[in-house]
């Protein structure tokens, strides 16, 4: 629990430290292992993170959340196939976990399998209608189909629901721009640019980071 607190409170060197004392007390608990690899995830360590995450999966290898984390530490590294295998072991595991799937189908959309990535995508919609960047992803990938009326419903819902999600505002932009609607356009572009503005400080998620690409 001292880890986990240091590791929320960004200081990742005393996580690891408080978890490697806990695996000498407890070298078979699974769950060690994994916030091990977490915290070597958030300090950008991703050779140690994979590695924790592969030992978390040795002692129980229904360690659903060990796979997805191995997963996206590989499409970090720019092997998307190796982060496919592990999104696919995570949703055997887990196949109803709408955030596996909106990560399962961004890593589908990047690999051009554009049909199965957009059902992948309203398949976590379905599961939880709440995620902005789930709404989000649909918009685009309606707009870049040519379905403006659905891309701008799906914006719409995100930038609703997260009224802070810039990459959404360009998109809905650049979607009441093909639509004819200039006004809503130029003010959509407005609050991206603020936004963009405003974030230079303010770091995502590095597990979501890829969703709001």
């Known amino acids: 629990e001292q880890g986990r607190i240091y590791q929320r409170s960004g200081d990742q060197v005393s996580a690891i430290r408080s978890f490697l004392t806990a695996a000498k007390a407890q070298p078979g608990s699974p769950a060690i292992f994994y916030e091990l690899g977490m ?65 399962y189908g961004v890593l589908l959309a990047k ?43 799906e914006l719409e819902t995100a930038v609703h629901l997260k009224p802070d999600l810039s990459p959404a505002f360009y998109q809905l932009g650049s979607t009441y721009r093909q639509l004819g609607d200039e006004p809503k356009a130029r003010a959509a572009f407005e609050k991206f640019q603020e936004l963009v503005h405003r974030e230079k400080t303010e770091p995502m998620d590095p597990i979501d980071a890829n969703l709001e690409e």
């Open 111 to 153: 690999l051009n399998e554009n049909d199965a990535a957009l059902a992948n995508m309203l398949e976590a919609r379905k599961l939880d209608p709440s995620n902005p960047l789930t709404h989000y992803q649909i918009g685009k990938r309606y707009r870049q189909a040519g379905k403006l009326a659905e891309a701008r419903r």
């Open 39 to 103: 915290s070597f995830f958030f300090a950008k360590e991703n050779e140690r993170a994979i590695r924790h995450f592969k030992h978390s999966l040795e002692l129980d290898p229904t360690n659903d959340r060990a796979e997805f984390m191995m997963g996206v530490v590989e499409i970090w590294g720019g092997h998307l196939e190796k982060g496919r295998i592990h999104f696919q072991n995570a949703l055997k595991l887990q196949p109803r976990n709408p955030h596996y799937l909106l990560h």
